[in-house]
């Protein structure tokens, strides 16, 4: 229902005996960054193999024969979310190489923003590409760096890329995990009881399959896990810390811990902050829309003393609606996806309490399926700031078309949504209530698509960005300069 | 996770353009009930098609030709929970029989327990079954019943079941719905603006597909729905009010009201008295098991003035989980179903709040997910009373065997799930929780499997059962003589 | 490319430990009779068994776990061609019935023509239908009869039934097999090494398992087969031999024979008698429409003495042709199932032998295609005489509409397909050039649809066939009275 | 059934407005080289679109979407063989490349002998690779040229190679054709009415779309088809005419002209020149193996006047045999794909000609067979010479291992395969068969494997070869080495 969509989750173990099925359950639980497609690639020491699909990954490995031949003591996994247009099989990943020399498995979550120049110079000297994966590019650089040793090549390639990443390569020996210099995308490190190390986008991954967190990889590192354990590099010493902020909004899973912060602790602070600074005094009840603001919801209720309710309920299960004719048909389809609860909000003054707004059709469904139901009063609260600019990291909102707050003022959006009232958190409440204490702008939060402050630059969509600002966004920038001052 | 099966969810539509859109809006909202296999009859007031497979109902019409194909102005759909060895394709309804003289589709949701000796004696007399189904019953009684009209046919033939029972029935210009003497399963009535009568298991899929409420279908009623309008007659006098009281402890959607009463609101009632029955004045947090114990959990925690918290989350993905051959991977495959918050339950004594315990085996996994987690107590507390009795009306627990409480004390069940403490809610809890006021043995309610009072009677399976009662069943049966003697 | 379809093979197998796996060999060698359904029932002496689906076999038992489950001793199997419109997964067999008293596998090939009558008889005495197919006839007959052993109530049934047919049964401990009382259609049995006891179709299903041929089953007989070998019984003594002629013109394998006589070597000699009766003495070359008519090719040619040459090539690999909106397109499609060979035909003056004309479209565009490859004459010769009556007894020409020879004289049929000539195998050059020699009319082959003699009557379809006969029909009715007298 | 396999069928058009319909038909013709996947790559004159699949034509297009999608007037496709262990859909052609100045499409047919060796440099120098596929090699040669434009780049890329092949490539305005220096594998090229050119392996698709045929692509040509018409430009000098002898004796279609001469009539001369290098004064009948062979057979009773009969029947459709524990069921299956027609060859002395040998166990098969059908003798004639040597120019016999006559005397051949007498044409005969009168070796024919005279040369086939040799190979090369001394 969001158009927010995360660009992928990786998952890697090494020295376990079940390392495909480990790898398998890991994914399970990072699912929810990417349902598009799924991989795994497997190596038993001496040769790898793998295995990728279109599809949820239990699609992908609906025949467990596919599963149970990735046979080996090591692995790297990948569930995909497609951007339109590229959601081919050749965009799969891990991607696996098979060298005169050496074979490679290979995957990434992340936006690399120098992608098209680097592709351009690859091709314009001969490289030939097969996909529109970023993934790929690193393959190349790697391949033709003038370094001595794989490890070396690789630190070579990374420093040329720019952008929000993680990547995961696994050859015969080792596992190697990267983070961009700016850790924007995560990657947490665990170990089991016996002794394997695991590689995660979230630590949600390492709890499920029983490890113990071990350490973040931190921006600008390159972890090497082999026989003799693990090492970490830095690649770069241009390093940063700004860890995306909606990560911790929307796209985590509660039970993750990021930077030490556990994801749903952050959000019901965030739900505790909205509360204070904007109350709902005369309202009946507060509700949380499932299942990303529940959290938030939660904490606003605990703050503000109005009772928690359960409003709106989520259909568990995933509805195709074909051709909808009329305007009768397309409305059922939202009520496909969600229901109000009639005994639970008819009659009463309802805080509906949600994570975020990105084009405001969504939240406008919402508001009007409360109002059928019998609703009072909705009155609309968001635990974080308005979406006002896009995002080039890893996140799909790079259009600013699509942010109807880049196009309309807080009251403007209200109308549309058709809230009685409507309260954004501030910049400075969602830092404070993800308490994260970073010695970096913003406390160590990368907070791109609230201020338009892009730490790790724009590159290639620079000229892009710059010809399509609007009157919204070129007001906050500069009403903004003295603000974050201190930040940039 | 939890063993407990709904038998089917039915839904029909009268004098509606998109009747088979509609029916498949109004089953999505009903797949709860049944999620291995769906199918649609419609009518054009001339032929009757249908499309049934195995399956979720967005498989079975992945292809939206399948659906669009279903023409007329009214239909009836069924989502089916198989029971195990019978889910072929033959079981999957509504059947749709087309005879010399007329056509008609057929479905139900709900268990005879008569079917045995009438199948028998239907097949001795020349009768011929293509299934399983309890469905083809009642199509063979009507066919050989000697009166005149097919409404009076119909009649007769409701007249010769026993047991828990709905029925939709389809012809060329009839929709047609039942309910049996008990109305130990739902049926309700909605009408949209626009004219159009539905019949649906759940006032959910009225909301769905925005109609508005009318009225139950009550225990003996046959509705008659045609260009006329609506009919409802009783088809036998002999009626006792019945309500299945685990509609309103786990089957039902939140969303749904039964008998006028909302579903959430009556569970988070049986938490609120639950708070009160079994107190935990030093725990820390109160958590639910999602999804179905949330609303209890916060009635628990509000009643209790302890917070409520997200200590579990669960995976919005199904995973198939392969061979297991280790107790490592076994394990494993429980959390890929539900992860405990380490961030929220680490250090605390939590208060885990659960519907029903069935076979105490994921009681147990959760107490153990939470402990792993660092959860330093768990008291766990069941919104229900002990499952001590099997159920024949429609919802799959019929053997003895699987029900933890008719073998073990409470004090084992705690033992066995290793809690710190465990409590239930008493059976008159659950009664004032629920609130329904019907003048009949228990409110109105149905409480077999929790008081072993079978209001329908047993016939084909009393032997069976009386020679297979436990210690446990046998001393509940003998201590509540007195304290449930009213209510017989 | 023919508009002739089969309705159906059968193949049983009794006393076999891999019961099943032979009824797929033995299924498999049938496919030519029925590619649209296929499925096979086993018994294992206690249990019943089966699966069945839409497709080619390979199709429906492509998961070799379908095959091995169907565990037991003794089966029997169905191919299945599917009149258009009844191609539902209910009408694929064997039909399986578990009844209270025993479990019944049954599964039959051709067509009742008292159907329709019997069905509604049923219906009116409450029987209930799920399918379209002649096969739940019979059963029903069997569960309502008033015999007392099983075998008394087939017998009793099959009395009852007009028609072509062949009947396969299987219960726990028997095998049946039923024959018409004209032997219309085919039925054999034979006997492996190991003492297996095989029916089947055609003999090259005999063949292909490794049997011995034993005897046909012959008009009106019963085969009962079990652990006391082989009984055979009449369940009616009001029989007269009539084999289908059109299985030994199209039908039949031609490594099968059909009353002692092979196929192949009958239709060689129907081609060196047409040879005699329509000559070409100014021909070139003598070439066949594969696959079904190079027998009768080669007989012409070393009747005439012109070179025998391959004129045709038939692509071995079905091709799906979707819309196909220009005439270009077309004629392309017709391309992609038969290619002239213009090395052998340019500049020739060609005999291309054809087995029969059913429409004229097919044999219009081949003579179109020699012609393009260079033929400069073709000169049409079918080894059949004309088909100008339908067939209701298994053969799939039920309407008079669709045959060419009932609407055209020879002449105009020739001008049709653009044939420089035209010539059709006599009746008598039929019967002599098969070679049967029964003491019956026409030598004991059914000719109905070349001369209108329908030894089995017509009941439910005879109205609408006498009101809808052409001018041509009337006439060859009328001319042939004498010709024919003895026949008749 | 027999152990050869063509690597590859290719076709393309130009300035057809259903350029993929009219691919799709011509590879439908072509499926005979390749059934193991197959893709359409298309240009609409600015985008080039593409599908490729796994399975067989008709599979791989089976949703009409995926060919009506590829729009545009110009398109390529290809059927692929998939060599053992290479089978993913990675190596599925044609290959789609999207570069940022231009987009191609490439597939091919053949094998080269110097691949290991380029794709190991090519990688040293940072390429880096899909797929095993050839079709790779050229791309990255095309990429890496120095040469200005893209023509000459493709010339320059053509040089390299060494082997057997035909390339097709398609960019947005262009479509490419290439023939190795050798002509070692075909390539026609035709023009439909409405003048759109084709190009196709062999004559027969172009007969199918209904094209004229112009011209054969000749040894070391490139033919540049686009708005101005085509032309032919060799890129090499080097060339000498080596037409592969296997096409005529099994591989093309007997409606296909290779080098102006039709394969059925090739055939048939063989057969006819076998009758009198290896006549059977005392036989009976003659028959051919289908379906390959029956040209020849019938050459050979023509020559003989012996009576040519139908004494083996393919079964037309596909059967998958499963675990075939027994010896029995193992059989079986041999009969599931041949029958032999017992009222054809019971009593008789049969010759039995086949197009050729390789393992011999499918002819002991064969022999075995007609025998249990009660044939007295089976004479086994074989119209090509004995298959002694490798092939390695695109034919799937690239191991001495399987070839029988590389390691057993004719004498020992016959008796593995049981026949009673077993004669081989000579390799003159062949040549004079076939026809073919270039002024080259051989008369211009490839005869490499059964002479061991590899026109091409072998390089990284050429150490393991020699290595390899068997007795009865290096005698032949020694005593042949006078016979065929002006050959080489």
Same mark, same amino acid.
Request: hydrophobic letters at 35%; a negative charge.
């Given at each position: ?23 398998? +359950?890991?994914? #399970? ?13 497997s190596s038993d020491g001496?040769?790898l ?11 992908? +490995? ?10 080996g003591?090591s692995a ?15 965009? /799969?990943?891990?991607?696996?190489? #098979? ?37 790929? =590019? ?32 696994l050859?015969k ?14 990657? =947490?490190?665990?170990?089991?009881? !016996? ?18 967190? =071990? ?7 390159? =972890? ?16 940063? $810390? ?18 030490? /912060? ?10 505790? /902050? ?10 009946? !009840? ?26 709106? !309920? ?7 609606? +074909? ?17 109000? $609860? ?37 009155? $609309? ?15 799909? !909102? ?11 003022? /807080? ?43 892009? $730490? ?33």
């Amino acid at each position: 229902m969001k158009q927010l969509n995360e660009e992928c989750g990786v998952f890697g173990i090494y020295n376990h005996n079940d390392a495909s099925n480990i790898t398998y +359950f890991g994914l #399970h639980s990072l699912q929810h960054r990417g349902q598009e497609g799924a991989g795994i690639v497997s190596s038993d020491g001496n040769k790898l193999r793998g295995h990728r699909d279109l599809g949820l990954l239990a699609e992908v +490995f609906s025949n467990k024969e596919k599963l149970n031949n990735l046979i080996g003591n090591s692995a790297i996994g990948h569930v995909r979310y497609a951007t339109s247009g590229s959601n081919s099989i050749q965009n /799969i990943q891990p991607f696996l190489f #098979h060298f005169y020399d050496m074979s490679v498995g290979i995957c990434h979550n992340g936006n690399l923003i120098n992608a098209k120049t680097l592709r351009k110079n690859l091709e314009q000297d001969g490289a030939i590409f097969h996909s529109t994966s970023d993934t790929e =590019v690193l393959i190349h650089l790697i391949r033709r760096s003038k370094e001595t040793t794989f490890k070396e090549k690789i630190k070579d390639g990374l420093r040329q890329l720019r952008g929000g990443f993680t990547y995961l390569l696994l050859d015969k020996e080792n596992l190697y995990g990267a983070v961009d210099p700016n850790s924007l995308r995560p990657l =947490v490190m665990g170990r089991t009881k !016996i002794g394997a190390y695991v590689l995660a986008s979230e630590t949600c991954a390492i709890d499920v399959v029983g490890a113990e967190f =071990v350490r973040n990889i931190k921006a600008g590192e390159l =972890v090497i896990i082999n026989k003799d354990g693990y090492t970490i590099e830095k690649y770069t010493e241009n390093t940063l $810390v700004a860890i995306e902020a909606m990560e911790f909004v929307y796209f985590a899973r509660p039970d993750s811990d990021i930077a030490g /912060i556990n994801v749903h602790t952050a959000r019901k602070n965030t739900g505790k /902050i909205l509360a204070k600074e904007c109350p709902t005094p005369n309202a009946d !009840i507060v509700i949380g829309v499932p299942n990303s603001s529940l959290s938030a919801a939660s904490g606003y209720a605990e703050a503000s003393g109005l009772p928690y309710e359960m409003g709106l !309920i989520k259909n568990q299960y995933v509805a195709r609606t +074909f051709i909808q004719p009329t305007q009768e048909l397309r409305e059922q389809g939202v009520r496909m996806k969600l229901s109000a $609860v009639k005994g639970v909000v008819s009659g009463k003054s309802v805080v509906m309490v949600d994570d975020s707004i990105v084009r405001g059709t969504t939240s406008g469904r919402i508001v009007q399926l409360l109002k059928e139901a019998g609703a009072r009063e909705v009155h $609309v609260r968001i635990a974080s700031p308005r979406l006002i600019f896009p995002s080039f990291y890893g996140i799909d !909102i790079s259009t600013t078309e699509e942010l109807i707050a880049a196009h309309k003022t /807080i009251d403007e959006i209200r109308e549309y949504i058709n809230a009685d009232s409507l309260g954004f958190l501030s910049e400075e409440g969602l830092i404070e209530g993800i308490g994260v204490k970073f010695d970096a702008p913003y406390n160590g939060l990368c907070m791109d698509c609230f201020t338009g402050d892009y $730490v790790a630059g724009l590159y290639d969509y620079e000229e892009d960005y710059k010809n399509n600002l609007t009157e919204i966004q070129k007001q906050y920038l500069e009403e903004n300069q003295k603000r974050f001052k201190k930040e940039r």
